[in-house]
């Protein structure tokens, strides 16, 4: 069983970090996997999955009302894709956690809706471009602290965390110390780094939530295939 493996892995990584293994969350991610694979790790008991869109995160462990499902209430449920002006009101009703606040529109949306409409925001990681990459979201290193100032003292949002995902070409070990450092001198306790092909080095670096696809539910189907 692929999920044994994953959790006797990251307990591995944990013990060879001297980390508690309580302090790591593992999130399976869900994204674009058929059904019954998913049904079959959250009868094994699992809490927490992540999805990177909000609509077929909605099709998936919604109900009619927009909110979970019974059956799913339970479960937290992670947003770890980017977060389009038009869902805010959808993913504040879906999700637990928000792993992707990238820009600082983003985050003025996040207070409207708390303030004009008494919504309760989750937990937030704000997703930093490590590599500075054009075409990835988030919020590069040297202005980091320009929004979080903005995002914790102006807005009064409750930022828990940093998030990353590495340039492809570069190694991961990077960008996880990167992050590691620039949460430390934030004062930041949560790091969201760490994939398939890289979460045991993440959780030696200090990773305290890892998002793992592939690995657990086997290799994403193509779109329409
Ligand atoms: C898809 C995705 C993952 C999981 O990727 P795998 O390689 O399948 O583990 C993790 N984080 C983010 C942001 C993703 O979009």
Redo the contacts with the bound molecule.
């Keep these: 069983m692929r999920f044994a493996d994953i959790e006797d892995r990251i307990q591995k990584a944990a013990d060879r970090a001297g980390r508690d293994r309580k302090d790591i969350t593992l999130i399976a991610?869900s994204?674009k996997q058929p059904q019954p694979r998913v049904d079959a790790v959250v009868r094994l008991g699992h809490m927490d999955f992540?999805e990177?869109q909000v609509q077929p995160a909605v099709a998936r462990w919604g109900g009619g009302d927009g909110k979970r499902t019974p059956e799913t209430a339970n479960n937290c449920l992670h947003l770890?894709?980017p977060l389009q002006r038009n869902k805010v009101r959808t993913a504040l009703t879906l999700f637990d956690v928000v792993h992707t606040l990238d820009r600082l529109s983003l985050a003025q949306r996040l207070a409207h809706f708390r303030d004009e409409e008494g919504f309760e925001i989750p937990p937030l990681f704000v997703q930093v471009n490590t590599g500075e990459e054009p075409q990835k979201a988030g919020v590069i290193p040297a202005e980091l602290p320009d929004f979080l100032e903005a995002a914790r003292e102006k807005l009064g949002l409750r930022v828990v965390g940093l998030m990353a995902?590495p340039p492809v070409h570069e190694p991961a070990a990077l960008h996880f110390g990167l992050l590691r450092s620039l949460a430390e001198t934030h004062g930041l306790g949560q790091l969201s780094m760490g994939?398939?092909?890289d979460f045991e080095t993440a959780i030696e670096l200090g990773a305290t939530h890892v998002?793992?696809?592939?690995?657990i539910f086997g290799a994403r189907p193509e779109a329409g295939g």
């Design positions: 991610v994204k992540g990177n770890i894709g995902i994939m398939s092909a998002r793992v696809g592939s690995e």
